[in-house]
């Protein structure tokens, strides 16, 4: 009879406010040092791309590490999201955090050999269960961005963007960036 710790969002609320950043996927606790200055340069450039096409169309809302509860043993920040204003009505709780899959999930990777398996494993399985429907890994170091797209029940690997590429999506008609902007 196992006995391993499932770790809830309950046991977050008593860790310290110490500047790290805690996560659970799947009752396993995960933890990052604050972010290097390039990851979070990236996540703003993200997010104010986002923002902009997103105020302009009145399609949805950009937001920067917002809480996503998706369960009490499934409680993470991704980097940045965008969801819908249809679904913001209904994903969106009192106390301010998502509990439903927001359309649009970007990761930034952080250096180091287990953050990048967190989001190239843990949470593409995480998003993929939940519903997200586009899954961004982005890699600063390389100038790089991997798309992952619902197909079936899945998310799965459609393309990479490069620096020279114009990042586009279905999921966000008339959008367009060029990746090496959001470097």
């Not at 940045?80 to 106390?95: D, F, K, N, Y």
Request: with cysteine; aromatic share 8%.
């Amino acid at each position: 009879m196992s006995t391993a710790l499932r770790w809830t969002s309950t046991d977050l609320t008593v860790l310290p406010d110490d500047g790290k950043r805690y996560e659970i996927i799947d009752g396993d606790l995960y933890m990052s040092r604050q972010p290097h200055w390039h990851h979070q340069q990236a996540c703003m450039r993200i997010a104010a791309a986002l923002d902009a096409w997103s105020r302009q169309t009145g399609a949805g809302e950009t937001n920067v590490a917002p809480g996503v509860i998706f369960a009490d043993d499934d409680d993470v920040a991704p980097d940045v999201v965008w969801i819908s204003q249809a679904r913001r009505t209904t994903a969106l709780g009192p106390e301010g955090h998502l509990h439903a899959a927001p359309e649009l999930v970007v990761e930034v990777l952080s250096p180091g050999g287990a953050n990048e398996r967190r989001d190239r494993e843990a949470k593409l399985k995480l998003y993929s269960r939940r519903g997200v429907l586009e899954y961004w890994i982005v890699d600063w170091r390389t100038q790089q961005i991997e798309v992952y797209r619902r197909e079936q029940l899945a998310l799965r690997l459609v393309a990479t963007f490069y620096a020279t590429d114009t990042l586009t999506s279905p999921l966000l008609p008339g959008f367009g960036c060029q990746v090496a902007a959001l470097f």
